[in-house]
């Protein structure tokens, strides 16, 4: 094979299965990676590995005793340049995989050891080298780690050989990265590969590493000493712990909030490693996490980390439920952010969850007393705080909660009608039978109160729409959902008639059945009703959309937005809309 050919196999690997060619395609590619031409050799370790990344393992083993010695000799012949050792140490990696992915499964076929053991003893030869050039280092780094990953079991001598290596091309700071993917790697195997002769030394210095300059090796520190203490945490000395935990303290704050997602992982795996060193989280870390919740910058995985630290620390017998809780409470002031309040009110029901029934139960009830505060950023934590504990439990046993919540929506302050919205939609997902009902016929009742009822209804057809499970505990209701949807199409208020698009729009991921009731109102001579009808199409389309809108709606759908006289109409709708006749009293 050519250079040319060579190259034109490479773009073609990506595309379609090679392997009805391989009798005929690896001898040939065994021969140019032995051929005395440098590209020729280069270039066939290149093909070799995409095509080894690209096929099935089962149609590959079959070729490794033919490939095994050919890339052995490439990696560690000294004649051979930088280029081809390291590409021959990557084709190394590649092969070991296809023997044994211990991701996917921990069997595989006893007679490929031996040559297991020669493509670890090529890869080893380069590892030990201490004069090398990069690449074939991070290479030999790379190929000896996903030999000890997957074969852990069988190269027992060679691991203990091996790490005191890895350990050594930790402390460079040149071949610092690839050697803390090669840790991570090995400490995470299924195979539980034995650390214990280096873990110790190897944790203090992760430790050690976490206040380095750069973010990139600040967060892979972080990576790979959470997946030591995993690996070996139970052997560590318990003296390990405390000094982690001092040392991770400074991090739990919101000027890095990916590493402080990654440092509040680390400090969970303490919690379930060492129960003893949660005292240690109490006094050096909580305090810090009291800045951090109340951080206008605070959600996603950082939000969710801090929540299961907090319910963790909890659990673990250490914590002073009524301590906590009100600790948390206490960061609450009126200048905060939307986000703060909202996870505030999440930590407050994350840490609720680890208690027993009889001391939650008191707690909704403080609660519930605190929703009637003067003070409106206590009333709106209250509620949030109450939406977010019936989010997973029941709480349909405290007689009068929802008059409590539905009495908020007579608030002067924006923010605590907001949150008691979002309070009554939520406590759906702990008892959707009696909740769900109510939301509806709420709505019947208060036209006044429209927005906001139907915002809690949008916040229990979201948290429905994204679970299997849970969207087929809904769909027995959209016989009710959607005639009561499309009633308030056509509300006079723009804010109400964008809610219920929304709705409708969330809805469809639940019952595909409705778009043919949109379809048919996108036709419709109501331009009202016309215009909610695309709002609720557009609210229906995501990235991850688990359904198709038939072309027929598509058709609909367009012929609308070139309407212009639907535009025109929509503008001519008064802004403000009241209703005499309406108590809005529960």
């Given at each position: 094979?050519?250079?040319?050919?060579?190259?034109?196999?490479?773009?073609?690997?990506?595309?379609?299965?090679?392997?009805?060619?391989?009798?005929?395609?690896?001898?040939?590619?065994?021969?140019?990676?032995?051929?005395?031409?440098?590209?020729?050799?280069?270039?066939?370790?290149?093909?070799?590995?995409?095509?080894?990344?690209?096929?099935?393992?089962?149609?590959?083993?079959?070729?490794?005793?033919?490939?095994?010695?050919?890339?052995?000799?490439?990696?560690?012949?000294?004649?051979?340049?930088?280029?081809?050792?390291?590409?021959?140490?990557?084709?190394?990696?590649?092969?070991?995989?296809?023997?044994?992915?211990?991701?996917?499964?921990?069997?595989?076929?006893?007679?490929?050891?031996?040559?297991?053991?020669?493509?670890?003893?090529?890869?080893?030869?380069?590892?030990?080298?201490?004069?090398?050039?990069?690449?074939?280092?991070?290479?030999?780094?790379?190929?000896?780690?996903?030999?000890?990953?997957?074969?852990?079991?069988?190269?027992?001598?060679?691991?203990?050989?091996?790490?005191?290596?890895?350990?050594?091309?930790?402390?460079?700071?040149?071949?610092?990265?690839?050697?803390?993917?090669?840790?991570?790697?090995?400490?995470?195997?299924?195979?539980?590969?034995?650390?214990?002769?280096?873990?110790?030394?190897?944790?203090?210095?992760?430790?050690?590493?976490?206040?380095?300059?750069?973010?990139?090796?600040?967060?892979?520190?972080?990576?790979?000493?959470?997946?030591?203490?995993?690996?070996?945490?139970?052997?560590?000395?318990?003296?390990?712990?405390?000094?982690?935990?001092?040392?991770?303290?400074?991090?739990?704050?919101?000027?890095?909030?990916?590493?402080?997602?990654?440092?509040?992982?680390?400090?969970?795996?303490?919690?379930?490693?060492?129960?003893?060193?949660?005292?240690?989280?109490?006094?050096?870390?909580?305090?810090?996490?009291?800045?951090?919740?109340?951080?206008?910058?605070?959600?996603?995985?950082?939000?969710?980390?801090?929540?299961?630290?907090?319910?963790?620390?909890?659990?673990?017998?250490?914590?002073?439920?009524?301590?906590?809780?009100?600790?948390?409470?206490?960061?609450?002031?009126?200048?905060?952010?939307?986000?703060?309040?909202?996870?505030?009110?999440?930590?407050?029901?994350?840490?609720?969850?680890?208690?027993?029934?009889?001391?939650?139960?008191?707690?909704?009830?403080?609660?519930?007393?605190?929703?009637?505060?003067?003070?409106?950023?206590?009333?709106?934590?209250?509620?949030?705080?109450?939406?977010?504990?019936?989010?997973?439990?029941?709480?349909?046993?405290?007689?009068?909660?929802?008059?409590?919540?539905?009495?908020?929506?007579?608030?002067?302050?924006?923010?605590?009608?907001?949150?008691?919205?979002?309070?009554?939609?939520?406590?759906?997902?702990?008892?959707?039978?009696?909740?769900?009902?109510?939301?509806?016929?709420?709505?019947?009742?208060?036209?006044?109160?429209?927005?906001?009822?139907?915002?809690?209804?949008?916040?229990?057809?979201?948290?429905?729409?994204?679970?299997?499970?849970?969207?087929?505990?809904?769909?027995?209701?959209?016989?009710?959902?959607?005639?009561?949807?499309?009633?308030?199409?056509?509300?006079?208020?723009?804010?109400?008639?964008?809610?219920?698009?929304?709705?409708?729009?969330?809805?469809?991921?639940?019952?595909?059945?409705?778009?043919?009731?949109?379809?048919?109102?996108?036709?419709?001579?109501?331009?009202?009703?016309?215009?909610?009808?695309?709002?609720?199409?557009?609210?229906?389309?995501?990235?991850n959309m688990n359904f198709q809108i038939p072309d027929s709606t598509k058709e609909q759908f367009f012929n609308a937005l070139n309407d212009k006289s639907l535009e025109t109409t929509l503008k001519d709708i008064p802004k403000e809309f009241k209703d005499d006749d309406d108590t809005s009293s529960f």
């Amino acid at each position: 094979l050519s250079p040319v050919c060579l190259g034109s196999l490479r773009r073609a690997a990506t595309q379609r299965d090679f392997s009805p060619y391989f009798p005929e395609l690896m001898p040939e590619i065994n021969k140019c990676i032995q051929d005395s031409d440098i590209v020729l050799r280069q270039k066939g370790l290149r093909v070799l590995f995409l095509i080894i990344t690209l096929h099935e393992p089962e149609l590959i083993r079959g070729e490794i005793p033919a490939l095994t010695e050919v890339v052995c000799h490439c990696a560690v012949n000294d004649n051979y340049n930088i280029r081809v050792k390291s590409q021959a140490l990557m084709v190394i990696g590649q092969l070991l995989k296809t023997i044994r992915d211990v991701e996917v499964t921990r069997s595989y076929e006893k007679g490929f050891d031996p040559i297991v053991k020669g493509l670890y003893s090529a890869a080893f030869a380069q590892l030990r080298i201490n004069d090398i050039e990069m690449e074939v280092k991070q290479a030999a780094i790379s190929a000896v780690a996903i030999a000890l990953s997957n074969f852990g079991d069988v190269l027992t001598t060679e691991l203990q050989a091996t790490l005191p290596i890895l350990q050594k091309r930790l402390e460079n700071e040149v071949t610092q990265m690839p050697a803390l993917a090669a840790f991570k790697e090995i400490a995470r195997s299924p195979l539980h590969v034995n650390l214990t002769s280096v873990a110790e030394p190897i944790i203090r210095q992760l430790k050690d590493m976490l206040k380095k300059n750069s973010q990139t090796l600040r967060h892979s520190t972080a990576v790979t000493l959470n997946a030591m203490l995993v690996n070996s945490g139970p052997r560590l000395s318990p003296a390990v712990f405390p000094e982690i935990i001092r040392e991770s303290a400074s991090l739990v704050s919101d000027q890095d909030l990916q590493l402080c997602h990654l440092v509040l992982e680390l400090l969970i795996t303490i919690v379930q490693v060492s129960k003893k060193s949660t005292g240690e989280i109490g006094k050096f870390i909580l305090p810090n996490t009291y800045s951090l919740v109340v951080s206008p910058l605070i959600q996603g995985s950082a939000l969710d980390s801090l929540k299961r630290l907090l319910g963790a620390y909890q659990a673990s017998g250490y914590g002073n439920y009524e301590e906590l809780k009100q600790n948390l409470l206490n960061t609450v002031r009126a200048d905060l952010s939307k986000q703060s309040f909202t996870a505030i009110s999440k930590c407050v029901a994350e840490i609720s969850f680890n208690v027993d029934a009889a001391m939650l139960n008191k707690a909704v009830k403080n609660l519930r007393k605190s929703v009637e505060s003067k003070a409106p950023q206590q009333s709106q934590i209250s509620l949030l705080s109450i939406g977010e504990i019936g989010r997973m439990k029941d709480l349909s046993d405290h007689k009068g909660l929802e008059d409590t919540i539905f009495k908020a929506f007579l608030r002067q302050n924006e923010s605590v009608k907001w949150a008691a919205s979002h309070a009554l939609g939520s406590m759906a997902g702990g008892n959707l039978g009696k909740y769900l009902p109510l939301v509806l016929t709420l709505i019947e009742r208060h036209p006044k109160n429209a927005y906001l009822l139907l915002n809690s209804l949008k916040e229990i057809i979201v948290a429905h729409s994204s679970n299997p499970e849970k969207a087929d505990a809904i769909l027995p209701y959209s016989a009710k959902v959607l005639p009561l949807l499309l009633n308030c199409a056509e509300y006079p208020e723009e804010g109400v008639r964008t809610m219920v698009a929304e709705c409708l729009g969330k809805f469809v991921t639940i019952n595909q059945a409705i778009l043919g009731e949109i379809e048919a109102l996108l036709n419709t001579e109501n331009q009202i009703k016309r215009g909610t009808m695309v709002a609720a199409i557009k609210y229906s389309l995501s990235k991850n959309m688990n359904f198709q809108i038939p072309d027929s709606t598509k058709e609909q759908f367009f012929n609308a937005l070139n309407d212009k006289s639907l535009e025109t109409t929509l503008k001519d709708i008064p802004k403000e809309f009241k209703d005499d006749d309406d108590t809005s009293s529960f």
